[in-house]
């Protein structure tokens, strides 16, 4: 009946004209017509320790402080005393309420809206007679958002009753088929406008308070506040979902149609900025995105749609405002996260089957109507996903992202996203920009810049030149050093590359090393080994005759050009790595004098391992060492260096311990303290250098 055509009722006006209510607890009245599943709150993995019901149902009851429940049949055998020492959990996560607390009032509340909220589901499922019952219910759904100051206890009551409230409203609307939108009235030849049926307007009005119900549970979702209620809700919408598309495809005999508006509607209170969702988002993704294609496409082209929506309102504010762009709101900061909350989940080779005998293609609204898909059908072919996929990431990228989720992008785009796009190329700009803005972005966008120029023939002549400028005093110290090195090997590794790239980039490091922390040392040594290992028109660096560069003061090397063909590093040599022998460290005093050697006869250390050292592991390095293994570390000969696990100083992998000598007789002799006389030795490294004492006027 419509809503004008009746004064709305409250709870307590309605109790009024009702029959006297027991206020004694209910014990689980049934619903007419409702299943018993669909009734009771279900409590996952609890069980009655009396019963044995399994998964327990209707209302918990909790032993305080104790691994023991029961359910209210058995919780009302019990004496008033017993009862004293459990506490009520209504619905799974909810705050749990004291016995003792509920008595008298409290009670006799509790007891009366929930058999209230039953009641009005029987009345309501009854027909036009009982309508207004529906718009009570409605009022019960949100409960929880009255004002006032409560306590923890009637926050719980009002969240409970609001759970009751929107689960009933859910099985009335489905027992009235209210999903389906009526049909309007033809109207006939004649002048005469005929009226409608009484149960087409009943229809009609019923149709109204769902839609109303349905805005009330997308709040709910969007606010995630009650948290207890926000999944709850999103499972009774996608249900909805489901009803409607399946009698959609049947009214117009369509084998699959998805009801994308109603996705992209849950897709925008799921991201929006008002407060993270990661919780209800992994929940959606878990139940309803991953195993079913025709969701998991749906749901990109409704993502798709929801960025373009962010962007278009970006651009327009930023072209009302001649200054610079404002920085990030936390809404925005919020949306952003919710976003990549759920494209991190995804997985981009969706589709792809490596031979016809896999199983079909799994989708809900197809599940739910019975229907096989034909093969022709979009969900069969592979472009299908990888299409959604490539719009949903290039509307993301786009947008202005915050640096923390900017940097996760980056670590990701070259391995789990690049692959599956339509079309890689469709990257360049936004890794030819992160490579340009320098720092930690542009080693972070580094890889994804060498693919595109490496497997998709992307020109960019200034890479080595932007890779030259990224060496510098920050490397050792930052996050990712390993992550640098590792890609900085790997693309100097063609023997095509022109002398002087790969000798400024081992002039500039070795000059890094004289500044680095010891870790850091290691790590540039054994960087400039490789190089020189792989490319012997550079060994001029260390086999200078003649004007050797023997000091700081008379090297040609320009180490403030940031252009790697014109610092002139062929004319110089290493002779930082003749400073580094007389370090403090024996590890980085030691790897000097593999490059002085009259050949590279080892061959190249792994990067990898290399550049996750840091003081803590040298440290522990050093207090698992043995005198024994002290001893045979003075050996000559480097490839006798090798410690007991079987990796020598250079990170390279020999068999364990059969290089390291141990025969060697005599014990361990012990190190003699001689006091400092000054901070550095007098070495040809800084001999030029001078300390004047200040002047005294």
């Known amino acids: 009946m419509p809503r004008a055509t009746r004064k709305r009722k409250s709870v307590q006006q ?59 049949a058995e919780f009302d055998k019990l004496a008033d005393s017993e009862k004293r020492k459990y506490e009520r959990i209504d619905i799974p996560g909810a705050t749990p309420i004291p016995y003792s607390s509920q008595q008298n009032d409290r009670a006799t509340s509790v007891a ?23 718009i009570e ?50 109207k006939r030849s004649t002048d005469v406008e005929e009226p409608e049926t009484p149960m087409a307007t009943f229809e009609k009005w019923v149709h109204e308070q769902y839609l109303d119900y349905l805005s009330t549970i997308l709040r709910i979702i969007q606010a995630a506040d009650p948290a207890l209620l926000a999944i709850p809700c999103m499972n009774i919408f996608m249900d909805f979902v489901t009803k409607y598309a399946t009698s959609q495809n049947k009214a117009r005999r369509t084998d699959y149609k998805v009801p994308n508006p109603m996705i992209h509607r849950l897709m925008g209170v799921l991201t929006h900025g008002c407060c993270d969702k990661a919780e209800i988002i992994e929940s959606y993704v878990e139940k309803y995105l991953l195993p079913y294609d025709d969701i998991w496409r749906a749901s990109l ?14 651009r327009a ?93 980056l670590l990701r785009i070259c391995d789990e996203t690049m692959p599956h796009l339509t079309e890689p190329k469709l ?3 936004f890794l030819r920009d992160s490579y340009e803005l320098g720092g930690v972005t542009s080693i972070l966008a580094l890889q994804g810049v060498f693919t595109l120029m490496h497997q998709y023939n992307l020109d960019y002549p200034d890479f080595y030149s932007k890779l030259y400028k990224l060496f510098d005093g920050d490397i050792f110290h930052i996050k990712y050093r390993s992550r640098f090195f590792r890609l900085a090997d790997l693309f100097l590794k063609s023997t095509h590359l022109p002398s002087y790239i790969v000798g400024a980039f081992i002039k500039r490091t070795s000059r890094l090393c004289l500044r680095a922390p010891p870790a850091g040392s290691m790590v540039g040594l054994r960087f400039i080994y490789n190089l020189l290992k792989r490319h012997p028109s550079c060994k001029v660096l260390i086999h200078r005759e003649g004007d050797a560069v023997t000091s700081y003061t008379d090297d040609p090397f320009v180490e403030t050009e940031e252009n790697p063909a014109k610092c002139r590093a062929l004319d110089s040599s290493l002779w930082e790595t003749q400073a580094l022998l007389q370090h403090y460290h024996a590890d980085v005093a030691r790897l000097p004098q593999v490059l002085s050697a009259p050949a590279l006869r080892l061959g ?30 003075c050996a000559s000969d480097d490839e006798e260096s090798a410690d007991r696990n079987g990796v020598d100083n250079f990170g390279n992998r020999t068999s364990k311990g059969a290089t390291m000598r141990t025969s060697r007789k005599g014990s361990a002799v012990p190190l003699a303290f001689v006091a400092p006389t000054a901070l550095f030795s007098e070495c040809q490294a800084f001999q030029q250098w001078a300390v004047h004492p200040p002047v005294v006027e």
Not at 119 to 124: I, M, T, V
Not at 170 to 181: E, G, P, Q, W
Request: hydrophobic content about 35%; overall charge negative; glycine content about 2%.
């Open 14 to 72: 309605t109790s009024e004209s009702e029959d006297t209510i027991d206020t004694t607890p209910p014990k689980q009245p049934r619903v007419a017509g409702a299943d018993e599943d669909d009734e009771l709150v279900t409590h996952p993995e609890v069980s009655c320790d009396v019963s044995d019901m399994y998964p327990l149902r209707g209302t918990r009851w909790h032993k305080i402080d104790e691994d023991f429940d029961l359910c209210q």
């Open 112 to 134: 009366s809206v929930a058999k209230r909220i039953q009641q009005l589901e029987k009345n309501a499922r009854l027909g036009p007679k009982h309508a207004n019952d529906i």
């Open 137 to 186: 219910l409605l009022e019960l759904c949100e409960v929880y958002r009255s004002d006032g100051d409560k306590s923890e206890t009637d926050i719980a009551e009002d969240v409970t009753t609001s759970y009751k409230a929107i689960h009933a409203l859910h099985r009335v609307f489905k027992s009235y088929n209210a999903y389906v939108k009526p049909r309007a009235v033809k």
């Open 301 to 314: 082209k409704a993502l798709t749609s929801v960025c373009s929506q962010i962007l278009e309102t970006s």
């Open 317 to 409: 504010s930023k072209a009302a405002s001649l200054e610079a762009p404002p920085p990030l709101s936390k809404e925005l900061r919020t949306f952003m996260g919710n976003v990549y909350c759920i494209l991190d989940k995804i997985d981009g080779s969706r589709g792809t089957r490596a031979n016809p005998e896999e199983p079909n293609p799994v989708a809900l609204i197809v599940k739910s109507a019975d229907v096989v898909l034909d093969e022709k059908h979009p969900l069969h072919k592979r472009n299908t996903y990888q299409r959604a996929f490539t719009d949903v990431w290039l509307a993301y990228l786009k947008l202005r992202l915050p640096v923390d989720i900017f940097k996760n992008v």
């Open 427 to 429: 990257l360049i700009d």
């Open 604 to 633: 190249e250390m792994d990067m990898r391992r290399a550049a996750q050292g840091s003081y803590a592991t040298m440290y522990h390095a050093e207090r698992q060492r043995t005198p024994q293994a002290e001893v045979a570390d």
